[in-house]
Nanobody, 125 residues
Framework: VQLQASGGGLVQAGGSLRLSCAVA????????ISWFRQAPEKEREFVAAWFRGGQNTYYKESVKGRFTISRDIAKNTVSLQMNSLRPEDTAVYYC???????????????????WGQGTQVTVSS
């Protein structure tokens, strides 16, 4: 499966961005799709996930109420709508996919075999 992330950019604090992850090469609904991010000199961290097979979504605590992950099956795309952005949201954002990740391991980057190339999000204060 191939993942293509897009939609990053520069925005002022309080603004919004929408990231998209296009999934190609396999049955879209079989995969859990997650977003991770990595800020300079920090480890990559989990941001949000759409768990396969249903409508369940999961978020990092600090983005709850600001970020929304959604899925468009017809377009094989998972999006991350980011509102009320903060300077600390600045990072490279990656989408990742796994056909087999379990809930208890959802936030672990090692559970994902497929990754997109990353898109830069910069939030200015």
């Amino acid at each position: 499966v191939q993942l293509q992330a897009s939609g990053g950019g520069l925005v002022q604090a309080g603004g919004s961005l929408r990231l998209s992850c296009a999934v190609a090469g396999s049955t879209f609904s079989r995969y859990s799709i997650s977003w991770f991010r990595q800020a300079p000199e920090k480890e990559r961290e989990f941001v949000a996930a759409w768990f396969r097979g249903g409508q369940n979504t999961y978020y990092k605590e600090s983005v709850k109420g600001r970020f929304t992950i959604s899925r468009d099956i017809a377009k094989n795309t998972v999006s991350l709508q980011m509102n009320s952005l903060r300077p600390e949201d600045t990072a490279v954002y990656y989408c990742a996919a796994s056909p087999s990740v379990i809930l208890s391991n959802l936030r672990a980057q090692t559970a994902y075999a497929y990754w997109g190339q990353g898109t830069q999000v910069t939030v200015s204060s």
